[in-house]
């Protein structure tokens, strides 16, 4: 893994943009009280031939932060990707109900692992921070009752792991085990304060447009 590092203030970009279309981490971005924007990147996420999630989320959150550098030539840009993993099985978005019941019963009683890529790219030098945050959560088990109730109030189809802690979720959990909760959620925002500082920028002293 590699993390670069800019402590020059002088650089750095006036623009901060996120590169998802998740309504998720939008909300989540948007505890920082910074304004920004929003870019939705076309990458596509199939997983390599023998991949590892961490090599997986690692380089499609820089995918998609590069994926907005020639639009966004003077700006800081947000990359984030995550997948579910039980294990060495990983657990990206289920799409469908069908799928979300066979992985909701799979997670039942196990400790599931939250996997977030993270990447901050200034596109006016071109290099990028990156790095990876697990977050555990501990599902209690689980009857058929209770996740097709679950699954008919968030329908979390488009979430890793057919889960959302923000909403009725976090019924399903015994426990969590990190130190940034909004990791699960998809964009953590302990780990990005810091890379904002090391590009010379403080969201408790905005030097954003």
């Known amino acids: ?4 590092h800019h402590n020059q203030a ?3 970009p006036r623009q901060l943009v996120l590169a998802s279309s998740s309504p998720y981490r939008k909300s989540v971005l948007g505890r920082l009280h910074v304004p920004f924007d929003t870019f939705s990147p ?5 997983q390599l031939v023998n991949e590892s999630a961490t090599d997986l989320v690692q380089r499609l959150a820089e995918l998609k932060a590069r994926a ?3 639009l966004y030539p003077q700006a800081l840009v947000i990359g984030s990707d995550q997948v579910a993993v039980i294990g060495e099985m990983i657990l990206t978005k289920p799409h469908n ?3 979300a019941v066979k992985q909701l019963s799979a997670m039942s009683g196990k400790q599931v692992d939250f996997l977030t890529g993270l990447c901050l790219l200034n596109t006016e030098t071109r290099k990028a921070q990156v790095d990876i945050v697990r977050f555990g959560v501990k599902f209690r088990v689980l009857t058929t009752d209770q996740i097709e109730h679950y699954l008919q109030h968030d329908k979390p189809y488009n979430c890793s792991g057919s889960f959302k802690s923000e909403g ?21 925002l302990i780990r990005l304060v810091h890379m904002l500082e090391a590009e010379g920028v403080s969201v408790l002293n905005s030097h954003f447009k």
């Open 42 to 46: 076309q990458v596509d996420e199939t």
């Open 10 to 12: 002088t650089t750095c």
């Open 168 to 188: 009725l979720g976090i019924a399903l959990l015994e426990r969590m085990i990190g130190s940034d909760p909004t990791a699960v959620i998809g964009l953590p």
């Open 97 to 99: 109900h069908d799928n």
């Open 1 to 4: 893994m590699t993390i670069i």
């Open 68 to 70: 907005a550098q020639t």
